[in-house]
């Protein structure tokens, strides 16, 4: 990375552009996914890219990168125009991408990724401890508390998405785009990430910065652009807007709607925990009624997650007791919490929560497919009415019902996720970070779901690690930490400086 010496922002304010886009558009089949981009690029600067799912921000990522061609429009790199034909054409000139979902070998070591593409050989055998020494080195000097031999596959998604950072800053990149690179970090990670993205601007690297978390884009970024519907609506710097200028331009919403709530009289008691002890968790205890949220707040790895899976039945629960509306269940496996009427919206929506090769129809009439049919066949009418009416009550965005899940925006996945609950009717609704990667139109209106699933006689458990959203939405707040509840409060009955201490132990 030292060896990068790039031009800086001229004395005046100016734009001294690295990369800059005239005109750009690109097609699919009829339907413009951007149209008519005029955007300038300067060498050193933190340039954050803003806009609702399915703004265009993804295309705009693979144009840059190479892997789509564009359809019109000219590219111009340190004044010179430019064509990316294949992803091997941008990183030629410096140009890469750390992607949210993170695109890389689970089944090689942390070093093996590091080095890519760019292996240690001698005489063609591969230098794998060298590759694991010089790996580790890396990290280190990184800031990264990770293994260069430990598999890659073992690690949370947050560690891989740092190791896919460091990968993408030993390669000597002069133009850096991470899209959404917090949202399965933790708060050290977090504080990892930016300590690396600014070395790397001190540098003089090009940083492109893609986040939903806009008070990650005001203390990180120089300026910021917004895309709405394939189209740019502002450029401007940070320090002449603000978040309810950025908020108006992406979705013509007021801030006042981020975070709905609506209040909700609190019904019977749907489910009570005593006592829970499992795989990373001991002695939880809690009670969720209808028409409240409780929220669970703590440090990736406090033990949230790991509760809420036995509570659905992934795993086995190795003391404690539950009882659902007063009576004492077992639940043994996932069959048992859905056959009781307790729905998990899970972490990773691509790894756990849909059939990505499968139709969008199909995936939100997955729960209830026993319903749908009569003597062992589908009733493909009542399929695709019930599909139907979720698409239309979500405002889900697809081409029809038979379009692939994975070709959707991570919005409209995460619609989908919470969709099939819907229609399957359950009552107690357990939403794992259900808003990591999504825009800010596109969390109003999972708000605005909560609300109706609460008005409708339904609990919610919610877990985020987002504090600001946990604190909002939550009736009652349990803090993890270490696998154990610590404290538990109704709603803003501390501040967020009380529920963070709480939560790290300091």
Known sequence: MSDVTLPTKPADGGVDSLLELRGIEKRFTGTYALKGIDLDFAAGEIHAIAGENGAGKSTLIKLLTGAHAKSAGTMRWRGVE??????????????NAVHQEVVACPHLNVAANLFL??????????????MIREGQRILDGLGFQIRADAMLGDLTIGQQQLVATARAAHRGTRFLIFDEPTGYLTRQETLQLFRLIRSLHDEGVTIVYISHRLE?????ADRVSVLRDGRLVSTRRIADTSEAELIRDMVARSLDEMHYKREVPRGEVLVEIEGASGPGFEDVSMTVRRGEIVGLYGLVGAGRSEFVQ????????????????GQKVMIRREADAIGRGIALVPESRRDQGLCLNLGV???????????????????RRAERAAAARQMIDLRIVAAGQRVHAETLSGGNQQKIVVGKWLAHGAELFIFDEPTVGVDVGTKADIYHVFADLLTAGAGIILISSYLPEVYDLSDRLAVFRRGRVVAEHTHKAVGVETILTEAIGV
């Open 117 to 130: 593409g760019d292996e240690t050989c001698r005489v063609g055998f591969l230098q794998k401890r060298v």
């Open 361 to 379: 129809g199909f995936n939100l009439a997955l729960p209830i497919y026993d319903r749908l049919s009569r003597g062992g066949l589908i009733d």
């Open 82 to 95: 430019v064509e990316f034909k294949a992803p091997a054409d941008a990183l030629a000139l410096g140009i």
């Open 310 to 325: 036995c509570l659905f039945g992934r795993h086995r629960m190795t003391a404690g007791q539950v009882r659902w509306k």
């Open 216 to 220: 990650e884009i005001f203390e990180l």
